[in-house]
């Protein structure tokens, strides 16, 4: 979280760049090399990059290295969180801790608290390395379960189950190492949760092509001095040209929307 801030500070930013390369979307280039340029581009603009497992899988080996040789090329002073969503039991999630922590040098990971305590404990406990929760996610089938009303154990008062997922991440933050994924597509419930959690740093997905809105992402996502939200973007920035000026293009989109969520910032101190 210290070398979150640290980036964040330096780069007068709370952007984060979602590194995840889609062939059908990007221009024809290996993935390594659009990933570099796109670093290359954003590198003084960003608090975090945040590849997400899923576009390096589906690419099999050849993916998996490029998404190693990624890691190893962004700047050590900035963090970068996997976008892994892993939750599973305590053996397994041990074997996950490893891989993503220690095999691939992440500093931070997203993970899925459906399967309990136990099933976070390994990450947790790595206290040096960040990890942050699924709480209330920017997709359209969030509300599904994470909006159920749930009876909260210590009050018996009902409560969405985000609301409850957000008080016991707050409990499990005893290293003060946990934050929590908030998406920008709802803005009532990141009011709530940063509400509850103060302190906490918040990664704030589904602004840009997923449509929420940055302003109030900004607003109800940023702590008490103004720091410790992680508002994401991905294909908005990657994608801003398919053409061979693809990283200028990226850098620009990039360089915008840092200036718009610095302008919405110093807003609130008016």
């Not at 290996?30 to 590198?43: C, E, G, H, M, S």
């Not at 599973?88 to 999630?93: K, L, Q, R, V």
């Amino acid at each position: 979280m210290d070398k979150l801030l640290t980036a964040s500070r330096d780069h007068r930013s709370l952007l984060c760049v979602g590194l995840d390369p889609d062939p059908g979307l990007m221009p024809k280039i290996d993935v390594l090399q659009f990933n570099r340029d796109i670093i290359d581009a954003t590198k003084d603009l960003v608090c975090a990059y945040k590849p997400n497992l899923a576009f390096y899988e589906a690419l099999g080996v050849e993916g998996l290295i490029a998404m190693e040789k990624t890691r190893q090329y962004i700047p050590k002073e900035i963090p970068v969180i996997a976008d892994a969503k892993h939750g599973d039991i305590g053996n397994s999630a041990r074997q996950y801790a490893t891989a993503i922590f220690d095999t691939f040098g992440f500093d931070a990971v997203t993970v899925n608290p459906y399967l309990g305590h136990d099933s976070l404990e390994p990450f947790i406990n790595r206290s040096e390395r960040g990890i942050f929760v699924l709480c209330k996610t920017s997709n359209v089938g969030a509300s599904d379960f994470q909006a159920l009303g749930c009876l909260e154990p210590s009050t018996s008062h009902a409560a969405p189950l985000f609301q409850l997922v957000a008080l016991k991440a707050k409990e499990w933050n005893v290293y003060g190492n946990v934050g929590l994924v908030v998406g920008a597509t709802h803005a009532e419930a990141l009011r709530t949760v940063r509400e509850l959690c103060p302190e906490m740093v918040l990664l704030i997905p589904g602004i840009g092509a997923q449509g929420g809105d940055l302003a109030s992402a900004v607003r109800w996502g940023v702590d008490a001095q103004g720091e410790k939200a992680v508002i994401c973007c991905s294909r908005q920035i990657l994608y801003a040209s398919k053409g061979e000026d693809f990283a200028l293009a990226a850098r620009q989109e990039a360089l915008n929307i840092r200036d718009q969520i610095n302008q919405h910032l110093a807003a609130l101190w008016r």
